[in-house]
């Protein structure tokens, strides 16, 4: 039997080599697929699935956006939640009216981040991207005013002395009521629903198996986040992995419809009819 042969991309994040481990391993049922797996920060995932170069990729939900004609989000694999935002910090506490026509650091152009950031509106001077490790490192020197961090961040940016300006996640839970959507598992439309009904079935074992045998990805995660203290890493995957990374249910459709119909509102990302989700088996 041919074994189909898949590009999947995904970050070196706790919650992502957590959830991938047991796929990449071949602890599931891969259903005859074989995949070539590819770790990078998530922003060059965004970048390559702009390119078209993955057939399965985890991208930011700011990024989908531009994606959607020619990318669909499995149901399963992706970041959601609530208490997951990013946050902005500075040096000095200050206000979020406070940031107008100053320099702020984001971890990239197509990240929810600075797409959650723009619907502020707080009309920065400048936006300087930087690597998303590199953010708080420059806030502490001073050569941004303030930065949106993002993953683990959230958990270590008191240790630079800074302080938090505001939670976008908490911003955007108060306006919506509903989770927020960071990330998704985007697949090429191109494979066809019967291959991205079976992407889905896998990915969501794969969740389902590492959630239910966190031990078995330890050493992997682990060797993926070698500069996170053991609580960091744990810290990071009980709040990414949560049940919307199985499914996003109904709640967390509705999520990113809101999030996605919100910033094409206000200019932020071209407008789509298309679907978002793969439906429902």
Same mark, same amino acid.
């Given at each position: 039997?041919?074994?189909?042969?898949?590009?999947?991309?995904?970050?070196?994040?706790?919650?992502?080599?957590?959830?991938?481990?047991?796929? !990449?391993?071949?602890?599931?049922?891969?259903?005859?697929?074989?995949?070539?797996?590819?770790?990078?920060? !998530?922003?060059?995932?965004?970048?390559?699935?702009? &390119?078209?170069?993955?057939?399965?990729?985890?991208?930011?939900?700011?990024?989908?956006?531009?994606?959607?004609?020619?990318?669909?989000?499995?149901?399963?694999?992706?970041?959601?939640?609530?208490?997951?935002?990013?946050?902005?910090?500075?040096?000095?506490?200050?206000?979020?009216?406070?940031?107008?026509?100053?320099?702020?650091?984001?971890?990239?152009? /197509?990240?929810?981040?600075?797409?959650?950031?723009?619907?502020?509106?707080?009309?920065?001077?400048?936006?300087?991207?930087?690597?998303?490790?590199?953010?708080?490192?420059?806030?502490?020197?001073?050569?941004?005013?303030?930065?949106?961090?993002?993953? &683990?961040?959230?958990?270590? /940016?008191?240790?630079?002395?800074?302080?938090?300006?505001?939670?976008?996640?908490?911003?955007?839970?108060?306006?919506?009521?509903?989770?927020?959507?960071?990330?998704?598992?985007?697949?090429?439309?191109?494979?066809?629903?019967? !291959?991205?009904?079976?992407?889905?079935?896998?990915?969501?074992?794969?969740?389902?198996?590492?959630?239910?045998?966190?031990?078995?990805?330890?050493?992997?995660?682990?060797?993926?986040?070698?500069?996170?203290?053991?609580?960091?890493?744990?810290?990071?995957?009980?709040?990414? !992995?949560?049940?919307?990374?199985?499914?996003?249910?109904? &709640?967390?459709?509705?999520?990113? &419809?809101?999030?996605?119909?919100?910033?094409?509102?206000?200019?932020?990302?071209?407008?789509?009819?298309?679907?978002?989700?793969?439906?429902?088996?």
């Amino acid at each position: 039997m041919t074994v189909k042969t898949l590009t999947l991309g995904f970050s070196p994040c706790p919650n992502d080599t957590f959830l991938f481990y047991p796929l !990449v391993h071949g602890l599931v049922d891969t259903a005859g697929f074989a995949f070539k797996g590819r770790l990078e920060d !998530v922003e060059t995932l965004n970048h390559l699935a702009l &390119e078209g170069v993955p057939d399965v990729c985890k991208v930011s939900c700011h990024a989908f956006a531009f994606l959607r004609e020619h990318y669909v989000l499995l149901r399963s694999g992706g970041a959601m939640g609530r208490g997951c935002g990013p946050l902005v910090v500075s040096r000095e506490p200050v206000t979020p009216e406070d940031l107008r026509q100053k320099r702020i650091a984001a971890p990239g152009r /197509y990240t929810t981040a600075l797409l959650l950031f723009n619907m502020l509106q707080v009309n920065p001077g400048e936006i300087v991207l930087l690597p998303f490790h590199e953010i708080m490192d420059a806030v502490a020197r001073g050569t941004v005013d303030a930065g949106l961090v993002i993953h &683990e961040s959230r958990f270590t /940016y008191p240790s630079y002395g800074l302080h938090q300006v505001i939670d976008l996640g908490i911003w955007w839970e108060g306006l919506t009521g509903l989770p927020l959507p960071l990330g998704g598992i985007a697949a090429r439309r191109s494979l066809g629903t019967p !291959v991205l009904s079976a992407l889905d079935r896998i990915v969501r074992s794969s969740v389902r198996y590492a959630r239910s045998h966190p031990e078995a990805s330890a050493r992997y995660v682990r060797s993926h986040s070698r500069e996170m203290s053991d609580e960091v890493c744990a810290s990071h995957i009980s709040l990414y !992995v949560n049940d919307f990374s199985l499914d996003p249910g109904r &709640e967390g459709e509705q999520a990113l &419809e809101t999030l996605l119909s919100l910033a094409e509102r206000r200019g932020l990302i071209p407008g789509s009819t298309t679907d978002s989700y793969l439906p429902c088996p």
